[in-house]
């Protein structure tokens, strides 16, 4: 089985680093219902 790692090694590199604010806020807003203003678009 290929996982998204093996095929690109920045994957791996990255996810010491974890999500950033924006993927947090989008999640939230996605999960309440919320309008996301924060990515550039109502």
């Known amino acids: 089985m ?3 790692a093996d ?3 920045l994957v791996a590199r990255m996810r010491p680093f974890g999500t ?3 993927a947090e806020m989008s999640a939230l807003a996605v ?3 919320a309008v996301n203003l924060g990515q ?3």
């Open 20 to 22: 950033t604010v924006f």
């Open 40 to 42: 550039g678009f109502p």
């Open 2 to 4: 290929t996982t998204t």
């Open 31 to 33: 999960r309440t219902g």
């Open 7 to 9: 095929v690109d090694p």
